[in-house]
């Protein structure tokens, strides 16, 4: 069990071993509609004021909320009896809720002094690398006013293409962008599990791992814990996080007293080291988006080259699927469907289309203007497996 430490859920001897130390002062907070609810379909105006409560008793911290809870917020006023189901019933009462949900939030922020602001992101947000950094300057911004951003995925114009789909990797995300030093998983449970405490009398709670592998292996093997707290997402998300050298907390957000620890960086749950060796920012950038829209399928040759450090010139490409702009972040991938690489791309997907397969003259002669023949450069392209779990 290399250097994690666990120990009883209600007490009992702990095995002491080395402790994270506190981490930074930026803290991305992920708060998800189960305990914003407390577990009934409402959102619970206590449950949100702890939160503000111990934000403001770290007033050196800077603190990002990543809050889900607007369909919970909207759906009664659909004349609905329960959250719905369906994708446009979800969606119009996120958009009722999501204004109900800041208000609730702004108040509670109020009530010590504190202002709140809204930021609703979409993965293409996340994935344009304009959109990325405007949306970073703007929220380090707020960061350096004071402010304390609120963070939701925009459901009501959310569709498949454009969907995080869950919001710990959107949390992780959202760390990244702001160049947080700490990711905390607030969930009720007190963080990850060796088993699933209400059929298994030994299990134990992990204090620390050095990665999230560590705990699948440790803890996944049985099946009930999978579900327990949705930390299949959770462990996901620790892991883009980690590739970025940001470690994740996954903790109780129900004890006022652990939520202080958790702002204050100190150690509390379940703390989950960072990578060794973190990716710069761009490639971690490029490694972690989600839903790209565009890919590059290359030969066998082009494998090799790209693996090497290579230019991806037109000669190894035999097709291009998906619709994508100049300056976008495509995937490049073998005939088989592997993803070898993904990188910026430096030609839209027609005029690729149009010189794949080509040598540079031709290239040239085929799009009848100076373009120059690489479509992916190594430098901006980052590669499958140069670190654990990249270019997924």
Same mark, same amino acid.
């Given at each position: ?87 446009d019933?979800?969606?119009a ?19 010590v ?10 993965n ?5 690398r304009?959109?990325y ?22 459901d ?6 454009i ?10 995300? *959202?760390?990244?962008l702001?160049?947080? !030093? #700490?990711? =905390? %998983?607030?969930t009720? $449970?007190? +963080?990850?599990?060796? &088993?699933d ?5 030994t ?5 620390r791992a050095?990665?999230?592998?560590e ?6 093997a ?15 998300a ?9 470690? *994740? ?5 129900? !004890? #006022?007293? =652990? %939520?202080?620890?958790? $702002?204050? +960086?100190?150690?509390? &749950? ?35 080259a ?17 619709r ?18 993904? &990188? ?38 980052v ?10």
């Amino acid at each position: 069990m290399n250097n994690h430490t666990i120990r009883a859920i209600g007490g009992g001897a702990a095995v002491a071993n080395e402790e994270p130390a506190p981490v930074g002062r930026r803290v991305v907070l992920k708060l998800g509609s189960r305990l914003l609810t407390g577990g009934t379909t409402q959102l619970d105006p206590q449950r949100l004021s702890s939160v503000a409560r111990a934000i403001a008793s770290a007033p050196e911290q800077q603190v990002v909320i990543v809050s889900s809870g607007a369909v919970a917020a909207g759906f009664r006023a659909l004349g609905l009896s329960a959250p719905p189901t369906q994708l446009d019933e979800r969606q119009a009462a996120a958009a009722v809720g999501q204004g109900r949900l800041m208000k609730m939030w702004a108040d509670a922020f109020a009530e010590v002094g504190l202002v709140v602001a809204q930021v609703l992101l979409t993965n293409d947000c996340l994935t344009d690398r304009k959109r990325y950094n405007a949306a970073r300057g703007a929220m380090k911004a707020l960061l350096r006013a004071g402010i304390v951003p609120i963070v939701n995925e925009n459901d009501t114009v959310s569709v498949e293409e454009i969907v995080v789909g869950d919001n710990d990797n959107l949390a992780a995300m *959202t760390a990244a962008l702001v160049d947080a !030093d #700490l990711l =905390a %998983l607030l969930t009720d $449970v007190p +963080g990850v599990l060796t &088993g699933d405490p209400e059929h298994d009398p030994t299990a134990r709670l992990v204090e620390r791992a050095s990665g999230p592998a560590e705990l699948r292996e440790l803890c996944f093997a049985k099946k009930a814990v999978e579900s327990k707290g949705g930390m299949v997402t959770k462990l996901e998300a620790a892991e883009r996080a980690g590739r970025y050298g940001i470690p *994740t907390v996954i903790a109780d957000g129900t !004890d #006022l007293e =652990a %939520l202080k620890e958790v $702002v204050a +960086g100190r150690p509390a &749950g379940t703390f989950i080291a960072a990578d060794t060796q973190p990716l710069p920012a761009r490639e971690h950038w490029m490694a972690t988006q989600k839903g790209l829209k565009g890919y590059l399928v290359i030969d066998d040759g082009a494998v090799r080259a790209i693996r090497s450090k290579a230019s991806l010139l037109p000669r190894g490409i035999v097709g291009v699927r998906g619709r994508f702009r100049r300056g976008d972040l495509v995937s490049v991938v073998d005939a088989g469907g592997t993803e070898h690489a993904r &990188g910026i791309v430096r030609f839209d997907d027609r005029e690729v289309d149009r010189i794949r397969g080509l040598h540079t003259a031709e290239v040239r002669a085929a799009l009848g203007v100076e373009h120059g023949h690489v479509v992916m450069r190594p430098d901006r392209m980052v590669l499958a497996g140069e670190r654990e779990g990249t270019a997924r």
